[in-house]
Nanobody, 123 residues
Framework: QVQLVESGGGLVQPGGSLRLSCAAS????????MGWYRQAPGKQRELVAS??????????EPVKGRFTISTISRDSAKNTVNLQMNSLKPEDTAVYYC??????????????WGQGTQVTVSS
């Protein structure tokens, strides 16, 4: 069984910063892409940023320009992924979810999700 555990959410004022972390544990042979998604009330879950096994980052359009390429990082040796969020706006308020494409064994791949961490941007 694989678990993803997020941390780092909370309440921040507009213009502030937060750093989210996610750690994967369990039966892990390897991890392909890792990413962060978010879901605001009444909206669909959307991709925020992702990073490949080769450490190639991608930042989605809704946050591009505020969340730079250096925003998402991973440590493949520790199976962790981090998301640095700067210049936060109230519209960034959402539950943020960690996602990982985990290889539990040769020739296998499953997508796993964390339980989510609340980010609230408000004065």
């Amino acid at each position: 069984q694989v678990q993803l555990v997020e941390s780092g959410g909370g309440l921040v004022q507009p213009g502030g910063s937060l750093r989210l972390s996610c750690a994967a544990s369990g039966k892990i042979f390897g991890i392909h892409d890792m990413g962060w998604y978010r879901q605001a009330p009444g909206k669909q879950r959307e991709l925020v940023a992702s990073i490949t096994i080769a450490d190639t980052p991608y930042v989605a359009e809704p946050v591009k320009g505020r969340f730079t390429i250096s925003t998402i990082s991973r440590d493949s040796a520790k199976n962790t992924v981090n998301l640095q969020m700067n210049s936060l706006k109230p519209e960034d308020t959402a539950v943020y979810y960690c996602n990982a494409g985990v290889v539990p064994g040769p020739g296998l791949r499953n997508d796993y999700w964390g339980q989510g961490t609340q980010v609230t941007v408000s004065s």
